[in-house]
């Protein structure tokens, strides 16, 4: 069954007075950044978004969690159309957008309560959550005591126990050192696995979008559009040492060839369009 489709998606934003890009050569106050996006995304599906800088990869997942309007073409999650954000979808930012006054488990808690779960059970179902995720001792700390890669723990703990349908990630591990970062890739990987939600997660690492894809994504350099979509046929459950086997290196190249080009092309444009806040 089809969780999400998206149809042709186009996004442009109206500049400030007095910007302006440039368009194949012409001056324009006008930037269009996504253009003709069509994506189809299964249930349950882990998708990973790649692309370079200012590809639109998080407008398209602004988008697709309701919180900015398509300027052309449509996105529908179980068949309807998105116009709002939808409760049963959850967002992980790269940023721990966690409250700082209130502890781990409340900062969970909170995700149920704005569900209007009864407080005993919200109570149990975060705690549920924060032992998964290996915190069971940290509940009573702030964020302000919990280290990075535990704060970015505790916040995707509280989008994974509101049971969303769909899990949107943006970047979630790229403030964390490496070690952290391949834990957390694993801890995701195995309750995803337990609860079927569908995820698109954005990043710009290809061994962290092969590792943890059903499919990777590729993105051009804006305006953005998909170039091309790789099945990642490795079997799951996956283990770290997956990393090296000789399959994995074979995706990295497939990943890295039709990246490349637009990585170099937007770096050129970067080069070329000083214009931009003239
Ligand atoms: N509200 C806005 N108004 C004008 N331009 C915007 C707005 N939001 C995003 N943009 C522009 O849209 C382009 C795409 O932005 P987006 O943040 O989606 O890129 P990205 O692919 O996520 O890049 P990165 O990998 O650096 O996070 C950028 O050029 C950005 O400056
Ligand atoms: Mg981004």
Redesign the pocket.
């Known amino acids: 069954m089809d969780r999400i489709v998206v149809t042709d998606v186009k996004k442009t ?1 109206q ?1 400030k007075p007095g910007q302006y890009v440039t368009v194949d050569g012409q001056d324009t106050d006008e ?1 269009t ?1 996504l253009n003709g996006v069509d994506l189809t995304i299964r249930k349950g599906e882990f998708i990973v978004l790649v ?1 370079p ?7 398209l997942l602004d988008i697709i969690g309701g919180l900015t309007p398509a300027s052309q073409g449509v996105v529908h999650l179980n068949g309807q159309q998105i116009v709002k954000p939808d409760p049963k979808t959850s967002y992980v930012f790269q940023q721990y957008a966690l409250f700082p006054w209130r502890t781990a488990l409340a900062n969970v808690e909170y995700a149920l309560e704005v569900r209007g779960i009864a407080q005993k059970e919200r109570t149990e179902t975060a705690r549920r959550f924060l032992s998964l995720f290996g915190l069971r001792d940290f509940e009573d700390r702030f964020p302000s005591q919990l280290s990075g890669g535990m704060q970015q723990r505790v916040a995707i703990a509280r989008a994974l126990a509101a049971n969303p349908e769909v899990l949107l990630m943006d970047e979630p591990f790229a403030a964390l050192d490496a070690q952290t970062r391949e834990i957390l890739q694993s801890e995701l990987l195995k309750i995803w696995g337990e609860i079927n939600t569908t995820v698109i997660f954005v990043t ?1 690492s290809i061994d962290e979008a092969i590792y943890l894809a059903d499919r990777v994504v590729v993105m051009t350099a ?1 305006p953005g559009t998909v170039k091309q979509v790789i099945d990642i046929d490795l079997p799951r459950p996956r283990d770290g040492d997956i990393r090296s086997s000789p399959e994995f290196n074979t995706y990295r190249h497939q990943v890295w060839e039709a990246l490349r080009d637009e990585v170099n092309k937007a770096q050129k444009d970067w080069a070329l369009s000083p214009a931009f806040g003239h």
């Open positions: 934003f500049l930037l950044v692309g800088s200012g590809s639109g990869k998080s407008v710009h804006r």
